[in-house]
C-alpha cells in the first residue's frame, strides 16, 4: 500500500536488490518517486482547475469523467474523451479537485462509504454538483460488487443539485 512507506521500502528492496541495488540507493529512488509523485498530482490538479476557470470565465460546459484509473486508456473508453472534447466540451477527471474542496461525505452519502475508489467518485460528484458548469458522465465497466452501488448512488447525489450523471456502460458495447 502506498499509504504504508515501510512496505513500501521493503517491497521495493526486495524487488531491486535482485538486480544488485543497495538499500542506500533503493531508498533515494523511492523519495525521488514520491517527489515526482506529489509534483505530478500537484499539475493535475492545477491543470483542472485552470480548465474550470477558464471555462466559468466563458460560460463554457466541462464533463468531469469518473470511472477506474484504467478507464483512461482509449481502447477500454471507445475514446469518449476525445469524442466529448471533439464537439468543444472541456474534460476534466476526479483528480484534479483540489484537497481543500473535498466534502465530508458522511453527510452526503446513503452507502456505508468503506472503499476509496467510490468514496473518491462521491466526493467527485458533490464537487461537480456544486458547480453550474459542470456535468459528470461515468464511465462504468462493471454492474456488480461496489461499481454497482456507485452507479446508483451518484446519481441521488447529483439530484441534490438539480443534475443527473450521464452512464456510459461500456462493458456491453
Known amino acids: 500500500s502506498f499509504n504504508s512507506p515501510e512496505v513500501i521500502e521493503k517491497s521495493c528492496f526486495e524487488y531491486v536488490s535482485q538486480f544488485g541495488v543497495d538499500k542506500k540507493t533503493c531508498k533515494k529512488a523511492i523519495k525521488k518517486a514520491e517527489a515526482a509523485y506529489v509534483e505530478y498530482k500537484r499539475r493535475v490538479i492545477e491543470e483542472g482547475q485552470r480548465i474550470v476557470k477558464k471555462a466559468e470565465e466563458e460560460n463554457r460546459l466541462v464533463i468531469m469523467l469518473l470511472g477506474r484509473a484504467y478507464h483512461v486508456d482509449s481502447l477500454v473508453n471507445h475514446k469518449a474523451p ?24 458522511d453527510k452526503n452519502v446513503h452507502v456505508l462509504s468503506q472503499w476509496t475508489l467510490p468514496n473518491r467518485l462521491y466526493d467527485a460528484a458533490i464537487w461537480a454538483g456544486e458547480r453550474n458548469n ?17 452507479v446508483d448512488e451518484i446519481k441521488p447525489i447529483l439530484n441534490v443539485f438539480g443534475k443527473n450523471p450521464t452512464v456510459l456502460r461500456i462493458d456491453e458495447i
Open 82 to 105: 476525445e469524442m466529448i472534447t471533439a464537439i468543444g466540451v472541456d474534460v476534466i477527471t476526479e483528480d484534479c479537485i483540489p484537497v481543500d474542496d473535498q466534502t465530508d461525505m
Open 134 to 150: 459542470v456535468e459528470v458522465v461515468e464511465l462504468n465497466s462493471f454492474g456488480c460488487g461496489p461499481d454497482a452501488i456507485v
